[in-house]
């Protein structure tokens, strides 16, 4: 696999409406002219705009685990899916999901033949996870989420023993997140092991995106 | 007021994608045809587009109370409002809300311009919600929730006791909810001082939603 | 009605095992010297052994909505009034519900026999918590709770406001919390309307707990 | 390890007051007249009078990962240990947790010297529990809590399954759960590799506990 930057938009003010159309063209700009493969997951009452623009992979940031039916103000996987969406985050440390779910989400996510990020907070919780073999794990200490310190240079070790912790149960590829903000965070979470990067506000609160992204993306080799 | 069709479409298999956009012009077309003001509340995935293509309001299932910024897999205020939504469903009985958030969510609604509709179960958490004068109430006794047994036939002081009630403290027109499938019962929700009917799979699940609809709407006077 | 202290000791460590035991005492000790009605909110695991040794009233800190049976982990209405706990708080800020629980827990509670004291965040919500008749209403605005600063002094508007505001409606009591820690918040709580206070960390961790509390009671006119 | 009987009396009518003191007499004496293991998990409310007066292992039913400090209503590990709880149920099926409280759950129980009992549903959940080494790992699947229908009966490989999924991470002792109801039920568990059962209505709700208890104990080896 190549490695992969994946942008979680958030709901951020920058990420709402037209703003958030224009990040996700930044995304795709980017992606083709560096080369490296992007994930965006815009916010949900704009993934079908975002995915009729894009053609790199748009996730949902949530997924709800219901199923078709009785439930109101719910995000199922059939919609994400019926709008063309590629995957969904799971778990993430701001929408934190029971453990039963996490596996029922994964397993959905392969009947419909879609992709699972879930997300993670340390080595232990990711070789769990990835147990149920989905599509990539997100490494993220919660105290570093939105620090602007990343996890590469402050915590390197939780990215190298989720690495490993993960590699004798299973083959998922670790992505690291929280904090990773420069080209250099990117670089020294490869480097450690990362089949690549999980970010937000970096980039979606960046001065200039373009700039910002293309940076994080020079840290790819 | 002028009394109203609500039509909650949930995530039902047949309300998601070109299915869900179909029953939106259903509705549309009937309110224009039959002069009954309709709301419909489609997924959020398709709110957007539902938006686009239509003239009568269309509402959120759900909005969370979050503020813009670093959340994942919430639909805020904001974002609704940027694609052209008029308001939200508020506390539905399949997404309960702290008593809080719902009183937030209403006055959040007050300051982006937005209609809110709180749903409730009885008199008496109708009239305290009816404190935070949100646009609407709809009062739906859990237990007929897609029964097919509608309320205002099995339970009618329901309706009459909570249009009293909330008439008490404030002016806040009250729709009534629950296994309502005919024009009888929507005739009787009125006759009862409802200001309209709230339904769900009575439209979306009907085998004719046109039939359906003109049928319900054949019962406001 | 008397102006009532009530405290609620929370879970700090000083309000764990034979410490939390030796606080109910001198709530006991100190309501007997002072004249003043003073209920006392132990935790959980502790409150059959303090009622066991107190006379003045005992309440739950949280009591979850559930029937009797198959449930795990639960703490039901049944069993606090088993072992002779005379009431419970509801909703408070740190163990919010869902709004129609907090309804449902009222009138379990009048069904019992059980005094309800209901936490809310302002006028408003008091008001809509008050059409249930609780037993007793505590507005507390939550950024002053554990604060140190008195909602009495710095939000007095919210004290008085909220005694118009339930008095509009009904006759339940109001207490006032967030941030009292002298008498002269008691004094000034009382002189706003307030039927006496609620209060946790002032009581709870203060260095000498029974000079604290005589302190506070002599606030009581 | 001896196989053993987990008993989760829930908050059934039964396990209340003074007839839920009276089943965990039964407990303690069945476990000495028959000299299998039993853990018995009486309702919080009741844990502490529980402890006073039995030497068998007493567990609560769950334990909020909350630290001591600022949490109303929750029920602390410093509180379940002050009062001589061995430990505590964790993830059961009516009261499921986020992924990572699990992990804290079983993390705080090791450093505080007390037991913990993880709830799981199937072999893939319990092979990733296991990866945080849990002093239990109790596999229930749902569809067959409550039933009568053992689930060594009706799903063996479920237990099968688990046990040598978690054999492949760890050491962590499997019991099974669900639909438990006779000796026959607890002999074919523990042949098919399980080190002993967890069961609630079957002993909680018989006719009579005592003779229930004996013959569910006549089940172990």
């Known amino acids: 696999m190549k490695h992969v930057i994946a942008l979680n938009l958030k709901t951020y003010e920058e990420s709402t409406g037209e703003k958030g159309i ?22 949900t009452v704009f993934l079908a705009q975002a995915v009729s623009k894009l053609s790199i ?63 993670t907070t340390n080595a232990m919780e ?8 989905p599509s990539l794990i997100a490494v993220e200490p919660p105290e570093l989420i939105g620090s602007g310190i990343s996890v590469s240079t402050a915590k390197p070790e ?29 670089k020294k979470s490869i480097e450690l092991g990362a089949s690549g990067v999980l970010l937000a506000s970096a980039f979606t609160k960046a001065k200039n995106p373009k700039e910002k992204l293309e940076e994080l993306a020079s840290g790819v080799p």
Chains 1, 2, 3, 4 share one sequence.
Do not use: Y
């Open 22 to 43: 224009a990040l996700c063209r930044i995304a795709e700009d980017v992606s083709k002219s560096t080369g490296v493969p992007v994930i965006v997951a815009p916010q």
């Open 57 to 119: 992979p748009v996730f949902a940031q949530h997924v709800d685990t219901v199923k078709q039916g009785a439930n109101t103000g719910c995000t199922t996987w059939e919609a994400v899916k019926s709008i063309g969406c590629k995957g969904s985050l799971i778990n993430h440390s701001e929408h934190r999901l029971p453990f039963f779910q996490i596996f029922e989400a994964v397993e959905k996510a392969k009947q419909m033949g879609l992709q699972s990020l879930v997300c």
């Open 126 to 133: 990711s070789k769990a996870v990835s147990v149920s073999s």
């Open 158 to 186: 939780i990215v190298s023993n989720t690495v490993k912790a993960v590699e004798s149960v299973s083959r998922v590829p670790v992505l690291c997140g929280a904090g990773i903000t420069t080209a250099i965070d990117v």
